[in-house]
């Protein structure tokens, strides 16, 4: 059995790599977890698409840290590699989205969600928060509900819609109140 790990260990390439994907899965975003990535990108070996993924990876720290310019540029040189790559878009649109380029983030989610991004449910989700920014309240509403409906019972939908709801009733019963009071 130890052979296996071993095994594991030469297929899956560059162990800088395998932590890096790690630690960023796990929700790390250290100075630690900066260099893993960064180092494991200098391994010329990688495939591309393992390229790609370290890529994204190293963004999303970069993200986590608020340094979201310098997130866009490494999500920016992952689509260098494969403008095609769903999850490359949906992270760079997240970039977008905390620079607070809230069009630029819907067009990218909406390339991404085209591309088969591999969570639909949060893409529509993070377009809503988008187009809610921009007061397209109509088009957030339509993506909060698609993202219930990909993903029943997912707990930030859920919040977004309740509060569409209250909203809603407390601008009616405002509404009703100064019509009674008149």
Known sequence: RSSDARAVTIIGGD?????????????LSGDDTLATCT???????????SEILLMI????????????EAALAQFDAALEEDDEHAEAHLNRAAALVQLRRHGEAIAEITTALGLGVAEPHKAY?????????????????????TALEIQPDWGPANAELARFARTRR????????????Q
Do not use: H
């Not at 162990?15 to 929700?27: D, I, L, N, P, W």
């Not at 989700?125 to 509900?145: I, K, P, Q, T």
């Not at 407390?170 to 009071?181: H, I, M, P």
């Open 57 to 68: 990876n190293r963004g999303v720290v970069l993200m986590r840290r608020g340094e979201n």
């Open 39 to 49: 180092r494991a990108l200098r391994n010329r070996r990688l495939s591309e698409e």
């Open 15 to 27: 162990a800088y790599a395998q932590r890096c994907m790690t630690e960023v899965s796990g929700g």
């Open 125 to 145: 989700f993070n377009r809503g928060v988008a187009r809610e920014s921009l007061g397209d309240l109509r088009g957030a509403y339509e993506d909060y509900r």
């Open 170 to 181: 407390d601008t009616l019963a405002s509404r009703l109140g100064e019509n009674g009071q």
